[in-house]
């Protein structure tokens, strides 16, 4: 499973980023994604996932009513629209996969390298 994250960069506090996730077509058809981030010296965490046809979202509450998650399946491409973007948001950005139809079966077998997002205040 081959995933591709993009878009990350430098941004003012309150301002907006959209991230992109390339990965197969395979991939696109048949796996949940979904965006994690570790920003320097913490954990990393979970941030936003979407099931495979697109009818399961999942939010962390710290960015619910901010980032949407959406996916575009005939591209490929998993994406998530980031506004009202915080200094606390700073962070590297990880796309991951999961084969579970469901859910509360997600455990992200597959992740793809990161992208930098900055935000300044």
């Keep these: 499973v081959q995933l591709q994250a993009s878009g990350g960069g430098l ?3 309150g301002g907006s980023l959209r ?9 696109a058809r048949i796996y949940a994604l979904g965006w994690f ?7 990393r965490e979970f941030v936003a ?6 009818d ?9 009513g901010r980032f949407t998650i959406s996916r575009d399946n005939a591209k490929n491409t998993v994406y998530l629209q980031m506004n009202n973007l915080k200094p606390g948001d700073t962070a590297v950005y990880y796309c991951a996969a999961d084969s579970n139809v ?6 992200w077998d597959y992740w793809g390298l990161g992208t930098q997002v900055t935000v300044s205040s």
Excluded: F, M
């Design 11 to 13: 941004v003012q506090a």
């Design 102 to 107: 469901y859910a509360r079966a997600w455990t």
């Design 37 to 43: 981030r570790q920003a320097p010296g913490k954990e």
């Design 49 to 54: 996932a979407i099931s495979r046809n697109s």
């Design 56 to 64: 399961t979202t999942r939010y962390a509450d710290s960015v619910k």
């Design 19 to 27: 991230l992109s996730c390339a990965t197969s077509a395979r991939t």
